[in-house]
């Protein structure tokens, strides 16, 4: 009963509010070495951890706890003992699963189990063709899936991460037909038309300042900021431009300490953001680019559904939304404008996926920062719009914008919302996003 209490305590330690603890038993491999099916476990607990809805026991831990109690998790693929080991562990869930290769087909299912009633929660599932590294990288999918976040989907690749290590994940987006634009939003937002897009895959999320520090660190490239006169601030009253403000830096001008490095690089141009994408493609043999404004659109709603934001037709909500104008803009620079009754956490830029991502598994699609398309921008472009991937205007003078940031309100964070600016512009809320085809 003493080592059960205490196990029980250490996870009352760990509880967080709305989030539930779980722990994950090692995959059942199926033609698959053991040393494989630990290594994907351990991955899906990082995947599990990172929608935000769980307490994820670590393994040394559970590891720890089991060896208190003698217990061998040996053999131990069946609901019930799953039930069994979470009784021991003080969890509320318990997540079991296994891997299995066919052929090149690996092919991974996950369960969550309710330790007190036994019954089966949710399930994930991914198959793809490849090597365990390419199964790695589908992970996230079946997280998603067992969180409620995503239905269940077979025999289609969803998500892969380039061979190099620190360089951008990638989502895999089924096309399909939707309606782009709005009838409730400014003049360029109209009419609202038909587009059918084709297979393509797009970031999980923004380009990181460590993406990008790599990018520049093999490169010796030099952004616009770098070789122009910095990048433009927000002095409380007015925009003004200072030299030696680059993508090193943050919103107010302070280079990044090595903790932000996972924050959304920003302060970067147009230019910039393609000369990334030229980079990448050198570097992994395959065809990377921004974005086009109907591909940004269509992942917004979730593969072009009629969603007003990312995260739904509903006003956002703590983790359920994203890094906008909110009450922690008007606390701490007392701006008007926000959405009231929502607060982020963050003032300035925030981590990438730090909020729950949509649908089809993309994180900050919303907020944070403004996002550089591929497309030139035309006001009234969605007149003449091709049904079949459009990719914008052969020319024009301003690149378009997609997303809103951390400091833009209800209005400009909507899906359908269109901006843009000079492809050489920099600013302290844009960043970017990549794409690649299928």
Known sequence: MKKKFLAALLFLVLTLNGQTNIAVIDFEGKNVSKADASALTDRLRLELFLTGKFVVLEREKMDAILKEQQFQLSGCTSDACAVEVGQLLAVEQMVAGSVSKVGQTYSVTARLIDVA??????????????????????????????????????????????????????????????????????GDEKPVHTVTMSDFWMGKYEVTVAEFEKFIAETGYQTNADKGDGSYLWTGSIWEKRAG????????????????????VIHVSWNDAVAYCEWLSRKIGKMYRLPTEAEWE????????????????????????????????????????????????????????????????????????????????????????????????????????????????????????????DPDNRFLFIGFRIARDH
């Open 117 to 186: 009633k036994g019954n089966l929660i949710s399930g994930g599932k991914c198959d793809l063709k490849g090597d365990i590294g390419d199964v790695m990288t589908c992970l996230n999918a079946v997280a998603a899936q067992l969180a409620g976040n995503l239905s269940v989907t077979a025999s289609k690749p969803t998500s892969e991460s380039p061979q190099t290590d620190g360089l951008p994940d990638m989502v895999f987006i089924k096309g399909g037909t939707f309606q782009m634009g709005s009838n409730d939003g400014k």
């Open 245 to 264: 403000i680059n993508w090193r830096c943050d919103a107010q001008g302070n280079v990044r300490r090595s903790s932000e490095l996972n924050h959304p």
């Open 298 to 421: 269509y992942t917004a709603r979730s593969g072009g559904k009629n969603y007003k934001y990312s995260w739904g037709n509903f006003d956002p909500e703590g983790r359920k939304g994203g890094n906008i104008r909110d009450e922690s803009a008007k606390r701490a620079l007392g701006w008007s404008g926000i959405w009231d009754g929502y607060d982020d956490g963050y003032v300035y830029t925030a981590p990438v996926g730090s909020f729950e991502p949509n649908e089809l598994g993309l994180y900050d699609i919303t907020g944070n920062v403004w996002e550089w398309c591929q497309d030139w921008y035309d006001s009234k472009y969605y007149q003449n719009s091709t049904q079949n991937n459009p990719a914008g205007p052969s020319s024009g003078t301003y690149r378009v914008l997609r997303g809103g940031s951390w400091l833009t309100g209800p209005f400009y964070v909507r899906c359908s919302i269109r901006h843009f600016s």
